[in-house]
């Protein structure tokens, strides 16, 4: 039986909250356009809007809550009863195979080299890239999560922002990784204007997106059954613009970078401990404890390359993300 229903009604290691009050948020303009035409498409967290930039079609957050970067910058403490386990090698991490999934991509195209991961989070996949073979550091701004990184997992781990990096990293790169994290950035071109003066001459980018076609997909389906979620379909406490394939290109493209590969990877299989203990937990759940959403997301997954053939190539509503592989223009 489950002993907690509400997404976020668990412990966690975070800063979020359930609701966010108007004096908490703040209005933006388009990240891609600067156009302030926007029209609602969902409300959560009270307060918390994402819209559709008017001009250019883009998804984003607006109203945001004010500094959404800081929600990971919890207690040490508690983000490390979340990951115990796996610090301990007694667990794997639930999100390894999507880790080593796009690690084997990435070595397609460079197999080898210095590889930055942003925004590394506690090092997850910045373990893996360094077991196989890359010299891998990463960029962490949470105090707390690079910590764990450093202390824990004993990963090189810059406590910064992208941009605070200094000039001796400048061109230094030959993979820049960004998974589940640009979809953080409140200002993705100037963030793509670091990345560029990061990256060496011949480098890549590789850029891993919820698809907001997917969450545009789920929020129908619900509405259809006559359910609309208070939070978490978004995860717009966190989540600051929500890219399609084609909005994710146009911005990589206005930045000076040329996408040599668009597709999508396998969905994250979320643990569902919190559920049944209250308490979230970063190691997977048995497959019986969740098993209609587990088989949900695989079934959408292989049923998104059948979609991605009818649609000519475009990435449609049943795939769960979008990744990107990108270079600098000639």
């Given at each position: ?5 509400e ?25 891609l ?12 967290h ?5 819209s ?16 959404p ?21 007694k ?32 090092g ?6 360094v ?26 781990v ?5 941009h ?46 919820p ?9 129908r ?17 966190e ?39 209250g ?7 048995p ?7 587990m ?16 649609l ?19």
């Amino acid at each position: 039986m489950r002993l907690i229903q509400e997404s976020h009604d668990y412990a966690r290691g975070g800063t979020q909250k359930d609701e966010y009050s108007e004096a908490e948020v703040l209005e933006v303009p388009c990240p891609l356009c600067a156009s302030d035409q926007r029209e609602r498409v969902f409300t959560e967290h009270k307060s918390v809007g994402v819209s559709r930039c008017v001009a250019c079609g883009l998804l984003y957050t607006s109203p945001r809550i004010r500094a959404p970067e800081e929600v990971y910058w919890g207690d040490a403490e508690r983000y490390y009863e979340e990951a115990r386990l796996i610090f301990e090698g007694k667990r794997p991490h639930h999100r390894d195979p999507n880790y080593l999934e796009e690690l084997r991509l990435i070595r397609q195209y460079q197999p080898s080299g210095r590889l930055l991961d942003v925004g590394c989070n506690m090092g997850m996949l910045l373990r893996h890239a360094v077991r196989m073979g890359w010299e891998a550091v990463g960029v962490e701004p949470s105090p707390s999560l690079s910590q764990l990184a450093r202390e824990r997992l004993g990963l090189t781990v810059h406590n910064c922002f992208l941009h605070e990096l200094p000039s001796t990293h400048d061109a230094r790169y030959d993979i820049v990784t960004m998974s589940d994290v640009f979809e953080h950035i409140c200002e993705p071109r100037e963030f793509l204007r670091e990345v560029a003066r990061l990256l060496a001459p011949e480098g890549i980018v590789y850029v891993k997106v919820p698809n907001a076609r997917w969450n545009l997909f789920k929020q129908r389906m619900l509405a259809l059954r006559g359910r609309r979620p208070a939070q978490g379909l978004w995860d717009s406490y966190e989540h600051v613009v929500h890219y399609t394939d084609a909005t994710l290109r146009g911005m990589l493209e206005s930045c000076g970078f040329q996408v040599v590969q668009l597709t999508f990877g396998k969905p994250i299989q979320t643990p569902a401990w919190h559920e049944y203990v209250g308490h979230y937990f970063q190691y997977p759940t048995p497959w019986v404890l969740d098993w209609k959403r587990m088989l949900g997301r695989a079934g959408f997954y292989w049923m998104a390359w059948p979609q991605r053939f009818l649609l000519r190539g475009a990435i449609g509503g049943f795939a769960p993300n979008i990744v990107a592989v990108a270079r600098r223009k000639p």
